[in-house]
């Protein structure tokens, strides 16, 4: 079946500092990719999505490029701030109608200033 | 505003009762979602609708019952509530056929077991 599966958290960064978070993903035919983000007490808003191989998505700052060779869609962040403290889940959507997302199980990431 | 929206926003109960979560949705989207997030913030698909159809269920205990009255609007109900059901379930909505289409999420309704 699909799945995701994202880098363990938490991830913990001083401000201004890199960020990556890995995401791979299994799945049949090419999916479309998401990252979403969950801010503290908050629902799930889209950060970024791709539909199609070597596509990339980006929105405030952040990044992630569709890989197909490596069933990869991971997200980068040149500089963080402590506002971008949230939990990050990396999902995807099969092909076809009606198909629930298939979410990764979520990185925490915390920005100390 | 468009959005999707989820009533109670907390529900606080005791085992053994039957609750209700709201989820109405005014985006002109045709496919509406549950989705349970546990206490390690893993999330999975519970049920989905298309245009008040149910397309998805996925192995979830028939104390499960969504109703989606019509396409704008589906509800859960869950009778003899458990300990295991604390969770925060969110609602959401996409148009259906495109898996290109992001899904709109509702902010969550937090579920408390006593």
């Known amino acids: 079946g699909n799945s995701v599966t994202q880098m363990e958290g938490p991830v913990t960064l001083s401000e201004e500092a890199f960020l990556t978070i890995n995401c791979t993903y299994t799945?049949?035919?090419?999916?479309?990719l998401f990252w979403y983000v969950q801010y503290p007490g908050e629902g799930l808003q889209l950060l970024l999505k791709a539909t199609k191989a070597d596509d990339k998505g980006s929105n405030k700052g952040f990044e992630a490029t569709y890989r197909k060779e490596t069933t990869s869609f991971h997200l980068e962040k040149g500089s963080v701030q402590v506002s971008d403290s949230a939990v990050y889940f990396c999902?995807?959507?099969?092909?076809?109608?009606?198909?629930?997302?298939?979410f990764g199980k979520g990185t925490r990431l915390s920005v100390i200033a | 505003d468009t959005a999707v929206s989820q009533t109670p926003k907390y529900l606080v109960t005791q085992m053994g009762n039957d609750k209700s979560i709201k989820c109405e949705q005014n985006l002109g989207h045709d496919t509406m979602y549950w989705y349970k997030q546990d206490s390690k913030k893993f999330l999975k698909i519970m049920f989905s609708?298309?245009?008040?159809?149910?397309?998805i269920n996925e192995t979830v205990p028939n104390r499960f019952s969504p109703k989606s009255p019509d396409k704008a609007h589906l509800n859960l109900h869950i009778n003899s509530l458990e300990l295991g059901d604390s969770a925060v379930y969110f609602c959401?909505?996409?148009?259906?056929?495109?898996?290109?289409?992001?899904?709109?999420f509702g902010d969550g309704t937090r579920l408390s077991i006593l």
């Open positions: 609708y298309n245009n008040k159809e149910l397309i």
């Open positions: 999902a995807l959507k099969a092909r076809g109608g009606n198909t629930p997302l298939v």
């Open positions: 799945a049949t035919g090419y999916p479309s």
């Open positions: 959401a909505s996409s148009s259906g056929d495109y898996s290109n289409q992001p899904q709109h």
